[in-house]
């Protein structure tokens, strides 16, 4: 599981703000690009803890 500040710190180099939606943005980005073909979702979100990948997705 990736929180969302280790999302915004690695993938933006970006000073966490705890209002700061960008993170949600961007997976919601790349669920509609990835996610289209397959039943369930590849990214999952784990609440209170981030985002993680879905070993068997695809």
């Known amino acids: 599981v990736l929180s ?3 999302l915004l710190e690695h993938c933006w180099d970006y000073a966490y703000e705890n209002r700061s939606n960008v993170v949600d ?4 980005y790349l ?3 990835i996610d289209r073909p397959f039943e369930r ?3 999952e ?4 803890a981030g985002y ?6 695809g």
């Open 31 to 33: 669920r509609e690009k």
């Open 4 to 6: 969302r500040f280790q």
């Open 45 to 48: 979100t784990v609440r209170g």
């Open 41 to 43: 979702a590849s990214i």
């Open 52 to 57: 993680r990948l879905r070993k068997d997705a």
């Open 25 to 28: 943005v961007y997976i919601r």
